[in-house]
T-cell receptor, first 112, second 111 residues
Framework: DTAVSQTPKYLVTQMGNDKSIKCEQN?????MYWYKQDSKKFLKIMFS???????INETVPNRFSPKSPDKAHLNLHINSLELGDSAVYFC???????????FGPGTRLTVT | SQQGEEDPQALSIQEGENATMNCSYK?????LQWYRQNSGRGLVHLIL?????REKHSGRLRVTLDTSKKSSSLLITASRAADTASYFC???????????FGQGTRLTINP
């Protein structure tokens, strides 16, 4: 009964490639997030969607494009991957009128 | 810029001892949360404390908040090997929709 799931768990790819990470939550939450955690464990928000609508778009290169086909899914597509994109990407969700967020297991992206 | 800073960055103690981690932040908040991250896993919410609260307990966890000093502490009593993880504080300083995380304290409990 995984609450927030991400696929794939590991992704190794070469510079210049395009890749996608998928996220699904079965908690019935309206709000979903993408975070990037760097090698120093610093976790920074990238995007947030509320009921399929983009509400937060931090200073992220436009090579990163989130897509929410429905409120239970939030995917992240990355074009022209660069070495600096190597990190762990976390999806999270939050219920309405709640503060705590529920995180997925993460996707470790390695760009070579 | 990064909102929260945890102190210490790393802490190693013996099983059964208490572990205290601190978090400082820079701007006004409505609430502060603590999360745990086991190695290779996602973050798990532990506890939330509101700005009008000074202390909160949950099992072996005790959180304090001092809004005048813009700081919070997380105390884990009677530590266990399973408490080995990184602990992060997060504030809503970015707005109700957005959490701003510190860099975490890496806690190691030695058996």
């Amino acid at each position: 009964d995984t609450a927030v799931s991400q696929t794939p768990k590991y992704l190794v790819t070469q510079m210049g490639n395009d890749k996608s990470i998928k996220c699904e939550q079965n908690l019935g939450h309206d709000t979903m997030y993408w975070y990037k955690q760097d090698s120093k464990k610093f976790l920074k928000i990238m995007f947030s969607y509320n009921n399929k609508e983009l509400i937060i778009n931090e200073t992220v290169p436009n090579r990163f494009s989130p897509k929410s086909p429905d409120k239970a899914h939030l995917n992240l597509h990355i074009n022209s991957l660069e070495l600096g994109d190597s990190a762990v990407y976390f999806c999270a969700s939050r219920g309405e009128a709640a503060y705590e967020q529920y995180f997925g297991p993460g996707t470790r992206l390695t760009v070579t | 810029s990064q909102q929260g800073e945890e102190d210490p960055q790393a802490l190693s103690i013996q099983e059964g001892e208490n572990a205290t981690m601190n978090c400082s932040y820079k701007t006004s908040i409505n609430n502060l949360q603590w999360y745990r991250q086991n190695s290779g896993r996602g973050l798990v919410h532990l506890i939330l404390i509101r700005s009008n609260e000074r202390e909160k307990h949950s099992g072996r966890l005790r959180v304090t908040l001092d809004t005048s000093k813009k700081s919070s502490s997380l105390l884990i009593t009677a530590s266990r090997a399973a408490d080995t993880a990184s602990y992060f504080c997060a504030t809503d300083a970015g707005g109700a929709q957005k959490l701003v995380f510190g860099q975490g304290t890496r806690l190691t409990i030695n058996p």
